[in-house]
């Protein structure tokens, strides 16, 4: 039996009054559509998951080209039921097809995989995946033949239910598995007599309960995996619903989340037990956390690897950088992109990082700009401290050796070398390569004018 998937993500979203495309709008750090690919590529390969695109089509195709899937262009937006009827082509060679919606982002992998077993052993020319959420306002109903019956007669709109079905709970979720052969052998039997003048996928359970097919309904487990949303509200409503799942399964796995409910947590970080997550985090993008770090209240980290045993101190913000074991960041420090701190190392308050790479055990505790810069280890990097990395035209780099002092307020004008041992005085602006175990002073001599104070004073008096 070959099995393929057919993602509806062609529409425009015009309720969400966005310029973006509703499939590229994000929830847990990824856009919608990425998550409903995620988890269709758990049930088939790539090469057999179609994405049907129209409403700025290139902008999604650019967006989604690294997922391996393949795109349908559906260049005229009538309705589901044209969709199909647009892809029919590319398909035509499965035997089965499952159709997903791609702004419905919860739907996991598992109940993709109950859909396509039960639409198998019912041998059912057409399954609908159904739920029965608290309120279905909105929604078609799902008929069922008679009660406990997997079969189907009808789906019904909800402007079109009769008083007796008003109290119908079970809603169509527009996510289906069809046999293809008896979906193209109906398919060009959609009308567009409706209020929109579109061809309506759902039509196809009547027509082919009409040509004795057999049409069955699967209800989902949780009824919030099919849910969609239409408008910026609903979008973060599954938001916060998507980031409280991946909190609780992070704590399942021995993290500890202190008020979950305020932190922002990506759907693929990943976090070892142990580790202490405090309120108002953010944890974003690809960022991977090692067994007993602490992050504290406010940081913010973004596609960054955290060894075990670091601590992350407040208000910190650390991008596309690793941090080695039993680091120290913070508080208030900013790592920014391709930093390097090593094992043991510190990197304290308000010191800015940018390409810089510290060894084990060197320090850099205090208002420091670290910019293009390579440390060796058990160097100590004074209180404001610069590495002058650009001439306006170029960067340049800095390199500083191991056991290396770098006095307070020293300027170092890359490109430059520190030799390992040396001594850099405080407030020296260092310009020339410094040997090994030398001493390097940039500053000028300091004069002293005893009484000149005494005097300015008295002068000031005279005027």
Known sequence: MKLAILIMAAGKGTRLKSKRPKVLHEIGGKALLRHVIASAAQVVPPQDIFVVIGHEAARVEAAMKDTGVKFVHQTEQRGTGHAIQTAEAAVRGHDSLLVLSGDVPLLKSETILRLRDFHLEQRAAMTILTAC?????????????????????????????TPEQQNIREINSGIYAFQTAPLFAHIHELTTGNAHGEYYLTDMARLLVNAG??????????PVE???????AEMMDLDREL???????????????????????????????????EP???LLGETKIGEDCRIRSYSVIENSILANHVTVRQGCVITNSRIERGALIGPFSHVRPESEIGEGAHVGNFVETKKAKLGKGSKANHL??????????????????????????????????????VGSDSTLVAPLTVGNGAYVAAGSCITENVPEDALA???????????WASFKRKAGKKE
């Open 213 to 222: 097919e057999r049409v069955v309904a699967l209800e989902a487990a949780e």
């Open 280 to 282: 108002f985090v953010q």
């Open 133 to 161: 959420p608290q309120d279905p306002t909105g929604y078609g109903r799902v008929l069922r033949k008679k009660a406990g019956s997997p079969e189907v007669a009808a789906i019904v709109e909800q402007k079109s239910l």
């Open 243 to 277: 980031r409280l799942q991946t909190a609780r399964k992070l704590m399942a796995q021995g993290v500890t989340i202190l008020r979950p409910d305020t932190t922002v947590i990506d759907t693929d970080v990943e976090i070892g037990p142990d580790t202490v997550i």
């Open 368 to 405: 420091t700009y670290l910019g293009d810069v390579e440390i060796g280890s058990g160097t100590n990097i004074g209180a404001g401290v610069i590495t002058c990395n650009y001439d306006g035209v170029n960067k340049h780099r800095t390199l500083i050796g191991d056991g290396v002092f």
């Open 441 to 451: 002073l940039g500053r000028s001599r300091q004069t002293t004018k005893p009484g």
């Open 226 to 232: 099919v849910l969609g949303a239409n408008t910026i």
